[in-house]
């Protein structure tokens, strides 16, 4: 073999095992089984395929950083924006911003839902006020909304209209207007 040949295979060995722990990570590998979050609950219901554009979004309970419980399906009558997130995902970080901005502007007309997949309530609490957001924040310490939804990719939005039909799916960050354009669909503008 040669030196080129070697290096490429430790490079493909490294990458294998960076992806292999970052997978790891996500689907909550530092967790033993008796060691979630105790302030931060969820609950799904069992057993649903992950979603599609023009179904109903799953229900889910979480309790919000805030405390506060949170149930999607009483959030009925209005536009949902539910986003999924991490507080390590670089692409969560730039849009946050962006995202902020959006949920003022449309405050009062569509609900913007934060997910935080992986996370403790006290890890996503100490990112909300660092970045200033103020939308509800969920955390999904053991992935069951997460994994409910299909998420395999972070950022990811799902827009659902005041039924709870999901009409539009977006992974990775969004840009304002996008959002927007989003939002308006969903409030018939």
Request: aromatic residues 6%; proline residues 5%.
């Amino acid at each position: 073999m040669t030196k080129q040949s070697i290096r490429n295979i430790v490079v493909i060995v490294v990458t294998t095992v960076v992806i292999l722990a970052g997978l790891w990570l996500v689907k909550g590998g530092w967790h033993s089984s008796g060691s979630a979050d105790p302030s931060a609950t969820t609950s799904v219901a069992p057993g649903q395929a992950a979603p599609a554009v023009g179904q109903a979004a799953p229900d889910f309970t979480g309790t919000t950083v805030d405390g506060a419980s949170l149930t999607l399906s009483k959030l009925a009558g209005q536009p949902v924006w539910l986003m999924f997130g991490a507080t390590w995902c670089a692409d969560c970080r730039v849009e946050g911003p962006d995202v902020e901005a959006v949920t003022e502007e449309y405050a009062g007309r569509v609900q913007v839902v934060s997910v935080y997949v992986g996370e403790s309530s006290s890890t996503v609490q100490a990112y909300a006020q660092r970045l200033g957001l103020t939308m509800p924040a969920v955390p999904d310490s053991d992935n069951s909304i997460g994994d409910a939804y299909g998420v395999i990719g972070i950022p990811a939005h799902y827009f659902i209209d005041s039924s709870g039909v999901i009409k539009n799916i977006h992974v990775g960050a969004i840009t304002q207007p996008a959002a927007k354009a989003q939002l308006d669909a969903l409030l018939g503008g």
